[in-house]
């Protein structure tokens, strides 16, 4: 048996699919970006990611072709009106893509570990470049535009200490908590980018989607984000340390959609999924255990969130099912019948 013969895994299926159904929803949101950016800096960015996205789906179709996997439909031309007014800025836009690829590159980095195919390992290989580069550049024209919000910064450690009392650890009554270290300020500093990120993406959603039901999950998605920002950003504060800055600004007044109904809704499900674990990584390297609950509570609040966005999905028909394994229970019923 050669190796092209080998079927895919579990963990390599769920990662192509997944992966097509988030380069279709790229494509469409790209293309739209790439007719209203005016900036001659970040249109190559908006270039770069939509070639991306174009290359990923060439290259899984064909592995799922060979491997005779049905095909997602995810998102198409019917899901994008390219020549809606500006939604967002040109700065959004920058930051958008920015931000998008940090949790690219964490879900890639997991796709590589379970890939066993050479072929799937070499397509997140490529990909993990490809993504990381894009990244730099944006990062680059971020700095170069004064629009970096850099983490804030601590002294610098002249000694080595270890910790003498479990205080540490537990201080949940006590009126002087210790200082955050600096993975905790990091990922609080994260949580809040990407919450200000959720935060305009669904102020601007709301603005322009056509369902009511759509529009009122979108307004209750923008005050949870809200919340937790101010969380995040008053234990930063507390700390004597700086909170970065809202993306609020960065909305604009357009009232017409840019994509359907059913994009927005899979856009703000990815970055759910994507929020509920950047707290559970938070609160498994926090050693402070205040913060630790914190995510604790919060992650439970937008996991519930995003099981009324799962059914609100299935109401309108717009969840696509991925790969499953097989329900045997059922298999034996239908025998039986």
């Known amino acids: 048996m050669t190796e092209h013969n080998i079927p895919l895994t579990a963990s390599e299926m ?15 949101v790209m293309k ?18 939509l070639s991306i996205a ?3 789906i060439n290259m899984i179709t064909e592995i799922f072709k060979t491997d005779n996997v049905a095909i997602p439909v995810g998102f198409t031309d019917e899901d994008v009106n390219v020549n809606a007014p500006r939604l967002f800025s040109d700065v959004f836009i920058l930051m958008y893509i920015q931000k998008l690829e940090i949790i690219a590159m964490a879900s890639i980095g997991i796709a590589i570990g379970v890939s066993a195919r050479s072929d799937v390992s070499e397509f ?19 700095l170069s535009k004064g629009v970096y919000v850099r983490p804030p910064q601590i002294p610098t450690p002249d000694k080595v200490d270890y910790v003498d009392k479990q205080g540490f650890l537990f201080d949940f009554l006590g009126s002087h908590k210790r200082p955050l270290t600096a993975i905790e300020i990091t990922h609080l500093y994260i949580n809040i980018q990407t919450n200000a990120m959720g935060k305009a993406l669904m102020t601007g959603f709301a603005q322009v989607c056509k369902g009511e039901d759509v529009k009122q999950f979108f307004m209750e998605g923008k005050g949870i984000s809200n919340k937790h920002i101010n969380k995040f950003s008053s234990t930063l ?34 970055l759910i999924a994507a929020g509920i674990g950047n707290y559970g990584t938070a609160a498994g390297t926090c050693e402070r255990m205040d913060l ?15 099981e009324d966005g799962a059914n609100l999905m299935i109401k309108h028909a717009w969840l ?4 499953k394994a097989a329900d045997h229970k059922a298999l034996v019923k239908k025998s039986m019948s």
Request: proline share 6%; glycine share 2%.
């Open 124 to 142: 997140f290989r490529n990909l993990l470049v490809s993504v990381s580069e894009l990244h730099d550049k944006a990062r680059k024209v971020m």
């Open 292 to 306: 630790n609950a914190l995510y604790t509570r919060l992650s439970a609040e937008i996991a519930l969130y995003a």
């Open 14 to 28: 769920g990662f192509l699919w997944t992966q097509y159904m988030n380069d279709t929803l790229a494509i469409c």
């Open 320 to 323: 696509e099912e991925p790969p």
């Open 54 to 56: 174009e290359n990923d």
């Open 237 to 270: 504060i507390n700390g004597d340390l700086p909170a970065p800055m809202s993306w609020d600004a960065h909305v604009l007044d357009s009232t017409v959609a840019p994509f359907s109904d059913k994009l927005m809704m899979f856009h703000t499900t990815t």
């Open 32 to 49: 739209y970006f790439k007719n209203i950016c005016e900036d001659k800096e970040i249109l190559p960015l908006i270039e770069n990611s």
